[in-house]
T-cell receptor, first 112, second 112 residues
Framework: AQSVAQPEDQVNVAEGNPLTVKCTYS??????LFWYVQYPNRGLQFLLK??????LVKGSYGFEAEFNKSQTSFHLKKPSYLVSDSALYFC??????????FGKGTRLHILP | DVKVTQSSRYLVKRTGEKVFLECVQD?????MFWYRQDPGLGLRLIYF???????EKGDIPEGYSVSREKKERFSLILESASTNQTSMYLC???????????FGEGSRLTVL
């Protein structure tokens, strides 16, 4: 079955520190990969995507993600987090004509 | 800026009531989606539509129906609301295979 896994439900990190938010997937073919962010009581906002090309993709608000085909992973990272980055982060995979599945989300708490 | 608008941010309904959740997009994209978001379960696809008057079931269509009479409008209908349909409902538009989804702000439904 096609699936997306975000192994951490919640992660805490001190402001100014780096952190990697993990995402692995199990789908057939060559998927398109996405990260979205959800702030409290809001809809999801697009952060970045990987379609093809360079494995390291850069997105909004200083976020970047690295595609690793052999490990079927697409981890999100940022060199320095702000308290305002505290939110729920979703990894998503599109694997066939708009069949898109989301991970369960990782809640980031950035501590001042 | 692309916009997806959900008409109601918060609704409270009684068991057995018919509920309409409206979503309007100002893009020229064919695809629209309704998701349900619950803590610990992430986003689950209820229904989606590739074109006017077309609809396809997602992963959890039971208890829901949809209507797409115009390209820009995609409505989710709960024929007879039940307490287990208390949730956050997210509408999205776009073509996931070629780019990101654009989400509305969400409609938080409480069924008493």
């Amino acid at each position: 079955a096609q699936s997306v896994a975000q192994p951490e439900d919640q992660v805490n990190v001190a402001e100014g520190n780096p952190l990697t938010v993990k995402c692995t997937y199990s789908v057939s073919g060559n998927p398109y990969l996405f990260w979205y962010v959800q702030y409290p009581n809001r809809g999801l906002q697009f952060l970045l995507k990987y379609i093809t090309g360079d494995n390291l993709v850069k997105g909004s608000y200083g976020f970047e993600a690295e595609f690793n085909k052999s490990q079927t992973s697409f981890h999100l990272k940022k060199p320095s987090y702000l308290v305002s980055d505290s939110a729920l982060y979703f990894c998503a995979v599109c694997y066939r004509d708009d069949k898109i599945i989301f991970g369960k989300g990782t809640r980031l708490h950035i501590l001042p | 800026d692309v916009k997806v608008t959900q008409s109601s941010r918060y609704l409270v309904k009684r068991t057995g009531e018919k509920v309409f959740l409206e979503c309007v997009q100002d893009m020229d994209h064919e695809n629209m989606f309704w998701y349900r978001q619950d803590p610990g379960l992430g986003l689950r696809l209820i229904y989606f539509s590739y074109d006017v008057k077309m609809k396809e079931k997602g992963d959890i269509p039971e208890g829901y129906s949809v209507s797409r009479e115009k390209k820009e409008r995609f409505s989710l209908i709960l024929e007879s609301a039940s307490t287990n349909q208390t949730s956050m409902y997210l509408c999205a538009g776009g073509t996931a295979g070629f780019g990101e989804l654009f989400f509305g702000e969400g409609s938080r439904l409480t069924v008493l």
